[in-house]
């Protein structure tokens, strides 16, 4: 895997992202405002999962050992409570299976940047 510091700054740049693709969907509202509106927007609430993810991985981190086992077991145990968060996503509507899925997206942005690249066969 990648060291905690590199992770950290990658986590960070998913976070700014869905920050800003938020940002841009959601307008002046907040997310709280558009939920209690009662209409569903699952197009926002995946990237306020992306950022979310983002933001577990950050702070898993900050007391977590730097050695490549220790954040290997960080990101696998933020990872497994996104998977848990999907595993009951679709019985509460498409908002929660776009919030789900845009965390579990997020670790999947974070740790894919970071593997050493495959060599072609």
């Given at each position: 895997m990648s060291t905690a510091e590199?992770?950290?700054?990658?986590?960070?740049?998913?976070?700014?992202?869905?920050v800003r693709h938020l940002t841009a969907?959601?307008?002046?509202?907040?997310?709280?405002?558009?939920?209690?509106?009662?209409?569903?927007?699952?197009?926002?609430?995946?990237?306020?999962?992306?950022?979310?993810?983002?933001?577990?991985v950050r702070r898993a981190?900050?007391?977590a050992p730097a050695d490549a086992a220790s954040v290997d077991v960080v990101v696998a145990d933020v990872r497994q409570r996104w998977q848990q968060t999907m595993d009951g996503a679709h019985a509460k509507?498409?908002?929660?299976?776009?919030?789900?899925?845009?965390?579990?997206?997020?670790?999947?942005?974070?740790t894919a940047a970071l593997r050493p690249s495959q060599p072609q066969q």
């Open positions: 590199e992770l950290f700054q990658r986590a960070t740049e998913v976070r700014a992202d869905a969907l959601a307008g002046d509202a907040s997310m709280c405002a558009i939920g209690r509106s009662g209409r569903s927007f699952p197009a926002a609430k995946y990237h306020e999962g992306r950022q979310s993810g983002a933001g577990d981190l900050r007391g509507g498409p908002d929660w299976v776009a919030y789900a899925t845009g965390g579990l997206d997020a670790l999947a942005e974070i």
